[in-house]
């Protein structure tokens, strides 16, 4: 298992614990199920001052939510 889906399945599991209903997506069924999820939370790796993460996927989610809520 790669060690960001782990990371997932670990804030999936603290997140559920703290009774926050959340879905773990695959980045590549991001845009099948964005049109119906009320929150995106992306981790990332490292996050620079001026907001560019090392998660490469991360900056497609964000604003295919941003897109889809528009």
Known sequence: ???DADA????HAV??????????VLDSAVAYI???VDLVVVGSEAVVES?????????TICLLAL???A
Do not use: K, Y
């Open 51 to 59: 907001g560019v993460s090392r998660q490469h996927s991360a900056r």
């Open 15 to 24: 997140l559920t614990a703290a009774g926050i209903p959340c879905t773990v």
């Open 34 to 36: 964005m049109d119906r």
């Open 1 to 3: 298992m790669p060690a």
């Open 67 to 69: 897109n889809i809520r």
């Open 8 to 11: 997932s399945l670990r804030t």
